[in-house]
């Protein structure tokens, strides 16, 4: 059964830093791009960013760049979100995706990033 | 960046009735790699088509994708209780990648 399990969402205050953790399981994770996928409270989806199979490819959402950094070790199965200057506008349900291709075949149940003072 | 939009933004039926669905994007797809994806209440979302057309692993024969370029189209054959969701469409062909506004099918 395939699984991918979120981690380390929470409060923090505005300029903020979190850091994002995504278990997998029960797939060969070594061979899927991942992406990190948002939703906003009431809101629709919005693609954050995604990461090539060997890490070496790596795309952002230009709302994010330069603040959040995606990565992966294939050694441990694990997917990660590094996210620093952290604005009100970030707040949202932060779900990790995987697909054989650029779309999301499978997602995890997702981690909810509140940033307010 | 390509813009997609999603129409309509709510659609009334009942069960049994067909549902069509449009994503119209503001640029050609590249290699109409054109997702969608069933979200319901409290839930993560689930793929249903990847590539404009093929159904994704488990999903019903009731949903289908067509389409190619800017215009989309998913179809509802039948609606089942289930199938009363919201549905985005994505493209995956160029980044950045983007989702439309999503298209809340109710019942009627």
């Known amino acids: 059964e395939v699984q991918l399990v979120e981690s380390g969402g929470g409060l923090v205050q505005p300029g903020g830093s979190l850091r994002l953790s995504c278990a997998a399981s029960?797939?060969?994770?070594?061979?899927?791009?991942m992406n990190w996928v948002r939703q906003a409270p009431g809101k629709g989806l919005e693609w954050v960013a995604n990461?090539?199979?060997?890490?070496?490819?790596?795309n952002y959402v230009d709302s994010v760049k330069g603040r959040f950094t995606i990565s992966r070790d294939n050694a441990k199965n694990s997917l990660y979100l590094q996210m620093n200057s952290l604005r009100a506008e970030d707040t949202a349900v932060y779900y990790c995706?995987?697909?054989?291709?650029?779309?999301?075949?499978?997602w995890g149940q997702g981690t909810l990033v509140t940033v307010s003072s | 960046e390509i813009v997609l939009t999603q129409s309509p933004g709510t659609l009334s039926l009942s069960p049994g009735e067909r549902a069509t669905l449009s994503c119209r994007a503001s640029?050609?797809?590249?290699?109409?790699?054109l997702a969608w994806y069933q979200q319901k209440p409290g839930q993560a979302p689930r793929l249903l088509i990847y590539?404009?057309?093929s159904r994704a692993t488990g999903i019903p024969d009731r949903f289908s994708g067509s389409g190619s370029g800017t215009d989309f189209t998913l179809t509802i054959s039948r609606l089942e209780p289930e199938d009363f969701a919201v549905y985005y469409c994505q493209q995956c062909g160029s980044s950045p990648l983007t989702f439309g506004g999503g298209t809340k099918v109710e019942i009627k």
């Open positions: 640029q050609s797809v590249s290699s109409n790699y």
């Open positions: 990461i090539e199979q060997d890490g070496s490819e790596k």
């Open positions: 590539d404009a057309s």
């Open positions: 029960g797939f060969t994770f070594s061979t899927y791009w």
């Open positions: 995706t995987g697909g054989s291709g650029w779309d999301s075949d499978y």
